[in-house]
């Protein structure tokens, strides 16, 4: 953030089992303090050093009481929320409903992250540098030389086929920034955590420039 005093607040949204506990695991370390948001069945996750702090809901299924209980947080905007991370598993069909839920908050910048992209880490296809860069520019529409073992995956190139022309039809209605992938495996030398450290760094810038824009017009 611009200060060292402002606390960037994350809301992550996913449904049970797309990796939001262990994203945030992997980012905060043990210094950290949990809260419970009165009222609700939100939890703070603070990450003190770093000035972070993650909202997430305890349960996140495909229910109304679920979509409702995420919209009227947002609409009793009861924290500020500075960006949004949506995860989701790259190999489970996308429910337009979780998409939607980024148009609760059209100027917080946020970020879709396919998660779970482990097969990608076998050290028979590339080095990490190399892998790194082609998941962070995954949705480059410029990017038409993705290595065979991103094209021979029929499932990943339809979701990211799917995501971009989602993307492109609600561009007025969201502040989509990225569409990352990621993979959360942490084993030894060849099996590290890869998307992490990019999906932080350019939250951070990017919610740096919304912050610094906002400060100067009246919205």
């Not at 920034?177 to 990017?206: A, C, N, P, Y």
Request: with cysteine; hydrophobic share 35%.
């Amino acid at each position: 953030m611009t200060s060292a005093n402002i606390t960037c607040q994350i809301l992550v949204l996913g449904y049970t089992g797309s990796g939001r506990t262990t994203l945030i695991k992997k980012i905060i370390g043990e210094n950290i303090v949990h809260e419970t948001i009165s009222g609700t069945n939100y939890e703070q996750i603070k990450c003190l050093d770093k000035h972070l702090t993650f909202i997430k809901t305890s349960t996140f299924e495909t229910n109304d009481k679920s979509w409702y209980e995420v919209q009227e947080f947002i609409r009793n905007d009861l924290l500020p929320i500075h960006a949004i991370w949506l995860l989701l598993h790259y190999q489970s069909d996308i429910d337009e409903n979780l998409l939607n839920q980024l148009k609760m908050l059209p100027r917080a910048p946020s970020f879709i992250i396919l998660n779970k992209t482990d097969f990608l880490q076998s050290h028979s296809f590339c080095c990490q540098s190399e892998l790194e860069k082609y998941m962070k520019y995954f949705d480059d529409t410029n990017q038409n030389d993705f290595p065979n073992y991103f094209r021979n995956n029929q499932i990943l190139m339809v979701k990211r086929e799917y995501l971009m022309k989602w993307k492109m039809n609600n561009e007025d209605v969201i502040n989509l920034q990225h569409i990352f992938l990621m993979s959360l495996i942490d084993k030894d030398e060849t099996h590290r955590s890869i998307g992490v450290k990019t999906l932080l760094e350019e939250t951070i810038r990017v919610v740096d420039v919304s912050e610094q824009l906002r400060s100067k017009t009246y919205f």
